[in-house]
């Protein structure tokens, strides 16, 4: 692992600091990239949730992306354990700035039923910055909804 | 002068078509998800994207060619604007373009997929260099019959080589696509239409799925809002070509308006139910679609051009 990167601490008070209306196209078209550490695979499922016509997170201009670089929002679910710690951390690194991360589940926000376990490297706040934890085991969609929902709304 | 300048850069020019493309882009968000029985994006969402890139960080990837990989978005933007032009201004009755103007329209709606294809290839990602070599193969396999539809069009207006002289002949006499050719060779078209777009089914170059948004992988920020907004035109634009070629063409006088707003409605309309109702095709799979089926359909249409049908 690169022991020389600085942890940067979050960067979304960058983007408050712009300009109203940019802020606004910011908030309302958030491309999504989705990180599954070393999960039970449950907060994957309600992640994919939110994107059915059910819940569809289009109509808040949110975009499922499949390239990091495109991103605006890392979601990160599942344990990080020692294997993906050093990739969470490059996937971080290779976002463009300014990115929101959001811990999703009980895992990403504090380890949960993994936070014994012998490979266990996280929480994700002790790799990355973390904007926004949303807890449960798995959130309903709804609460991931209202999660960033909420944040984006918080002045 | 003052007359060009507000042709080239306001009404049918670069505003005019980068706020129509961007609705139109916006209409094939909101048809998709309204045959997926969801709500959709609001009306601004292109606008929302465009900003957004704008604001974020561009990042340059240690083994990227610098120059080459920074241009190519311009370079693509700035090709789908000049066919934009040149497709746009016959069809509005601005100018009458020239003699020939449809062999080089031709030549320029190619300039931003080569773009795409060489910024990827400068970004030295690996499957940024799939997505390129998959590009490049969708573009041969398109080609030739894009050409040779051109040139069965050419045939049936009695040998017009440009835009305007074609959409002349259709306002004569009717629109190409009421014979049995005409259908045959709209159809060959819309298919060109829809790998030129890069569209399901011919979008294995970008596909999400496997390969991360292939040729546009390593693009973020700014680069990549240029690439939207080549997109945003070219969706504008070849439905226009369309409209121009097999539908009589756009007339803008009184009630005319509401007909051609609702003919190229009609055809991104089309395109947008072909993406929504077919799986991706491997780039094996497309090729063959193109070399053989879509070629033979057109010569097809061409034998029974010369028998009067
Ligand atoms: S929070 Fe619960 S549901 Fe989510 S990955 Fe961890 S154990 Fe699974």
């Given amino acids: 692992m690169d022991t020389n990167f600085q942890l940067p601490s979050s960067d979304f008070p960058q983007i408050k600091k712009t300009l109203g209306f940019k802020e606004h196209c910011f908030k309302k078209s958030l491309w999504l990239y989705h990180f599954g550490g070393a999960s039970c695979n449950n907060c994957d499922i309600e992640i994919l949730d939110c994107l059915t016509p059910r819940y569809d997170v289009e109509r808040f201009g949110m975009l499922l992306i499949g390239s990091v670089r495109h991103a605006d929002v890392l979601l990160v679910n599942g344990s990080i354990n020692t294997k993906c710690r050093d990739r969470l951390l490059e996937i971080y690194k290779q976002a463009p700035r300014p990115i929101v991360v959001v811990a999703i589940g009980a895992c990403g926000c504090t380890g949960g039923i993994f936070a014994e376990g012998n490979t266990f490297a996280g929480p994700v706040d002790k790799i990355i910055p973390v904007d926004v934890y949303i807890p449960g085991c798995p959130p309903k969609p709804e609460a991931i909804l209202a999660g960033i929902v909420n944040f984006l709304n918080k002045k | ?309």
């Fill in chain 2, 1 to 309: 002068m003052t007359q060009q300048l507000i042709h080239y850069l306001l009404f049918p020019g670069l505003l005019f078509m980068v706020i129509a493309g961007g609705f139109l882009s916006w209409f094939d968000r909101k048809i998709t998800a309204w045959v997926q029985f969801r709500k959709g994006p609001p009306l601004l969402q292109p606008l929302y994207d465009f900003v957004k890139l704008m604001v974020k960080e561009t990042i340059l990837p240690r083994n990227a060619s610098r120059v080459t990989f920074l241009l190519s978005p311009i370079f693509a933007a700035t090709g789908a604007i000049i066919a934009g032009l040149m497709i746009l201004l016959p069809a509005f009755g601005v100018s009458a373009g020239f003699d020939g103007d449809i062999i080089v329209i031709f030549y320029v709606l190619a300039i931003p997929s080569l773009s795409y294809i060489i910024g990827a290839l400068s970004s030295g990602n690996l499957l940024a260099s799939v997505g390129a070599s998959r590009e490049m193969k969708l573009i041969i396999g398109y080609e030739l019959c894009f050409l040779l539809i051109l040139a069965a069009i050419i045939l049936k207006s009695g040998y017009q080589l440009d835009l305007a002289g074609i959409v002349a002949v259709q306002q004569a006499d009717g629109a190409f696509i009421g014979s049995v050719s005409g259908v045959l060779l709209f159809v060959a078209l819309m298919m060109c239409i829809q790998a030129k777009l890069g569209m399901v089914p011919f979008d294995a170059a970008e596909a999400e799925t496997e390969i991360a948004s292939g040729f546009l992988i390593e693009y973020s920020g700014p680069p990549l809002a240029f690439i939207k907004l080549s997109k945003y035109i070219l969706i504008l634009v070849l439905p226009v070509l369309v409209v121009s070629l097999m539908l009589g063409g756009l007339n803008l006088n009184g009630w005319g308006i509401i007909w051609a707003v609702l003919k190229i409605l009609l055809v991104v309309l089309l395109v947008t139910l072909v993406r929504n109702t077919n799986p991706r095709l491997t780039i094996k799979q497309s090729m063959r679609f193109f070399f053989i089926w879509m070629n033979l359909l057109v010569i097809a249409a061409i034998v029974l051009e010369y028998m009067g049908l």
